[in-house]
């Protein structure tokens, strides 16, 4: 029973349920927010590497965001959060309580050397060790964080395509094929993230007409067509760079990172590089430090790209609790059937009412 559990909702190999016949090790991202400067370096090579439409260079009245979330022209975004010294006290607190539910234990304050202790054994009164805790907080920090497609272990997206234009490739990512899907919609409504999007064909006009998105070139026979966007009406997100990796090379964006930010590898050793670093925070005294999408347990069974975050989930833009929507179809069928044996009880309830 639990296998077909996991099916719908839990750990499982999307690979291997995908039928690949060769076996892959899957790869995914880890983003460490903790070390990413806001340069965009990793959304300029994914537009270059994946002939991506600029959509838009004008600030948003949104810090220095000018894309303001994931979508159709943008499979990487860049945010940046700025906080208060209160709103820093807030993380660090909400950091301490999940601390206390399990996540690595930070530094006690009369210990000289950091001692990590299994998840639900806790000390009682243990603190943060030299670190942040000992000074002032303060008086504003910035949050910048490069935000991607999750490549979840049972992606929603691709659960509700009609077409079969979205597919689970051999290491484990979510892919769309341009020339199968037909621009329905199913897969925007799914996400539990927000990621994927039809590409609308206005990127980039910032009060123009002509688009100064990636051209169509007509071969001077059709020179009204040089300039369009491509893919309009098509569905479009991060490929995790399919035909790089298929190759062996990194995906763009962790390419060109300069503070290796971001981070690509086997997805086990992603997750572990990701609960290193949080235990290094925590002994630090950044309390407020959390994985996003490191539980297998979750929603969507884990993701396929692992984030460091430095405060709650909302303030990043992301949902605290992501859900697959085939999660329900065991209760939905039970449901179902529930009702549908009532209704056969009732019918037979008024036949027998009749015949009398």
């Known amino acids: 029973m639990a296998f077909w559990r996991n ?39 994914c537009k270059e590497w994946n002939g991506i439409p600029e959509d838009g260079l004008d600030l948003l009245n949104q810090s220095y965001d000018n894309t303001g979330a ?70 504003m920090r910035w949050l910048m964080a490069s935000d991607v497609c999750k490549h979840c272990t049972h992606a ?17 990512t979510v892919v769309v094929q341009d020339d199968v899907c037909n621009g329905c919609g199913y897969c925007v409504a799914a996400c539990p993230f927000g990621v994927i999007e039809r590409r609308r064909g206005d990127e980039g006009h910032e009060g123009g007409r002509q688009s100064h998105g990636i051209s169509i070139n007509s071969g001077g026979a059709d020179p009204a067509h040089n300039g369009e966007v491509k893919n309009v009406g098509i569905a479009q997100k991060c490929t995790l760079c399919y035909d790089r990796i298929g190759e062996g090379e990194t995906p763009a964006c962790a390419k060109a990172c300069p503070t290796t930010s971001i981070k690509f590898g086997d997805l086990a050793d992603m997750r572990a590089t990701a609960q290193a670093r949080v235990a290094e925070l925590h002994e630090l005294g950044y309390t407020e430090a959390r994985l996003y999408g490191a539980d297998e347990n979750d929603g969507v069974g884990g993701t396929g790209s692992v984030f460091l975050l430095l405060d709650e989930p909302e303030v990043y833009g992301l949902p605290p609790d992501p859900r697959v929507t085939t999660a329900d179809l065991p209760d939905m069928f039970r449901k179902a059937g529930l009702a549908g044996i009532a209704m056969l009880g009732m019918a037979a309830a008024a036949f027998v009412g009749r015949k009398r």
């Open 7 to 45: 099916q719908l909702s839990g750990p499982t190999d999307p690979a291997s349920d995908a039928a690949w016949d060769r076996h892959e090790r899957r790869k995914g991202f880890f983003t460490d927010t903790s070390i990413c400067i806001g340069c965009k370096a990793c959304e300029v090579a």
């Open 70 to 139: 994931l979508g159709a022209s943008t499979w990487r975004h860049v945010a940046f959060v700025e906080q208060n010294s209160e709103r820093i006290t807030q993380a660090r607190e909400s950091g301490r309580r999940l601390v206390q539910l399990g996540m690595p234990m930070v530094r006690d304050a009369s210990s000289t050397t950091a001692t990590l202790e299994a998840p639900g054994d806790v000390r009682p009164g243990a603190a943060a060790g030299p670190g942040p805790t000992d000074t002032a907080v303060p008086d």
């Open 156 to 172: 929603a997206c691709l659960d509700v395509c009609p077409t079969g234009s979205l597919f689970r490739t051999e290491f484990g």
